[in-house]
T-cell receptor, first 115, second 114 residues
Framework: DSGVTQTPKHLITATGQRVTLRCSPR?????VYWYQQSLDQGLQFLIQYYNGEERAKGNILERFSAQQFPDLHSELNLSSLELGDSALYFC??????????????FGPGTRLLVL | AQSVSQHNHHVILSEAASLELGCNYSYGGTVNLFWYVQYPGQHLQLLLK??????LVKGIKGFEAEFIKSKFSFNLRKPSVQWSDTAEYFCAVRSNQAGTALIFGKGTTLSVSS
């Protein structure tokens, strides 16, 4: 158990809908990262928040957004869902801003299926 | 384009065989290197990491990896695999050139038969 928690574990929804994925980082970690794992793209970085502020952005679609709350938990919002958004979404956390010498610890993931 | 390459997509071994999984990256400068393992139905777990110092790093469950800077490689090894090592293995790099995110390879599926 990495100490990173994610809910829900599974999510089934329809195209055009909107969902929210939730992540709680390890105790003491200030950074939260979101990654998407799909069969064709592999594991890809979406976005990072550090202590409530957006820190880095990767291949995140405009239909997706995230935020980190004062208690440091984070939510990833996916809207206008398409079939291709079906994937495993991982959250990871680290102590600082993942500068040199930091480790990211991963949560169990949320499996999203868009029908 | 800058990337992380894992040479083997699927490796099949018998128990007690030796394992080596290749990983090459194309980032220069300071890099942090990681191997993560994903057992069936489970999340990514850290196997080992290299930040600096001794290029031969030892991780959990008998795994080790060697950082060869001149070859931009960080290969994972285990002298004798077990059936329980059946999993997907991911090499990941954090580079100053690529920012704070981990860049992952496509992964290698290891199947160990008993």
């Amino acid at each position: 158990d990495s100490g990173v928690t994610q809910t829900p574990k599974h999510l089934i929804t329809a195209t055009g809908q909107r969902v929210t994925l939730r992540c709680s980082p390890r105790s003491g970690d200030l950074s939260v990262y979101w990654y998407q794992q799909s069969l064709d793209q592999g594991l890809q970085f979406l976005i990072q928040y550090y202590n409530g502020e957006e820190r880095a952005k990767g291949n995140i679609l405009e239909r997706f957004s995230a935020q980190q709350f004062p208690d440091l938990h984070s939510e990833l919002n996916l809207s206008s869902l398409e079939l291709g958004d079906s994937a495993l979404y991982f959250c990871a956390s680290s102590v600082g801003t993942s500068g040199n010498g930091e480790t990211q610890y991963f949560g169990p993931g949320t499996r999203l299926l868009v029908l | 384009a800058q990337s992380v390459s894992q040479h083997n997509h699927h490796v099949i071994l018998s128990e007690a065989a030796s394992l080596e999984l290749g990983c090459n990256y194309s980032y220069g400068g300071t890099v942090n290197l990681f191997w993560y393992v994903q057992y069936p139905g489970q999340h990514l777990q850290l196997l080992l990491k290299y930040f600096s110092g001794d290029p031969l790093v030892k991780g959990i469950k008998g795994f080790e990896a060697e950082f060869i800077k001149s070859k931009f490689s960080f290969n994972l090894r285990k002298p004798s695999v077990q059936w329980s090592d059946t999993a997907e293995y991911f090499c990941a790099v954090r580079s100053n050139q690529a920012g704070t995110a981990l860049i992952f390879g496509k992964g290698t599926t290891l199947s160990v038969s008993s």
